[in-house]
């Protein structure tokens, strides 16, 4: 029974139901994406072989690199929301595995910088990949009407959810 529970879990809303069968419809379909969305996570960190953070930090150094830009430990430490020694051991532990380098800073010979290997932008391609290029053949495959309209109510829930915790 506990997994019955766990596996029906993501079905439950825990408020008032909306007021209409479609906006009833619309809930429960938000319910099953972010239940997808979490499968999608459980997965990738499965895939990786990689706890939350250390994919999370893989994630972020792979993205820098792709806009040129450079990382230090701080500024992982401010990206993850975390404390300087957890963000030492995922360092550590993601330098060991070998997807990530430290680069000393041209200047400042107590810093560095953290750079993902070729091996790093290859994991994050096959973690994510398959996840990101089955919501773009979704999307490729609406109508413009449905676009818009799909774009409009999505932004709508994303800043009334950011509302709330700006507020929490």
Do not use: C
Not at 9 to 33: C, F, K, M, W
Not at 50 to 73: F, K, M, N, T
């Amino acid at each position: 029974m506990p997994q019955s529970i766990v596996r029906h879990e993501h079905v439950h809303l825990y408020a008032a139901q909306p007021q209409t069968d479609a906006g009833r419809e619309l809930s429960n379909a938000i319910l099953e994406l972010r239940h997808a969305e979490q499968v999608q996570a459980d997965r990738s960190q499965r895939i990786s072989g990689l706890g939350g953070i250390d994919l999370s930090a893989l994630r972020y150094l792979v993205q820098a690199r792709r806009e040129d830009r450079e990382v230090s430990p701080k500024d992982l430490i401010v990206m993850l929301g975390t404390s300087s020694a957890t963000v030492t051991n995922v360092i550590e532990r993601l330098v060991g595995k070998g997807y990530v380098l430290r680069q000393q800073h041209p200047t400042d010979r107590r810093a560095h910088y953290l750079l993902p290997t070729d091996a790093a932008t290859a994991l994050v391609d096959e973690v994510y990949g398959g996840h990101h290029g089955a919501v773009v053949s979704v999307i490729d495959d609406l109508d413009e009407d449905a676009v818009v309209t799909a774009t409009a109510v999505i932004r709508r829930i994303a800043a009334t959810l950011d509302e709330l915790a700006k507020r929490s």
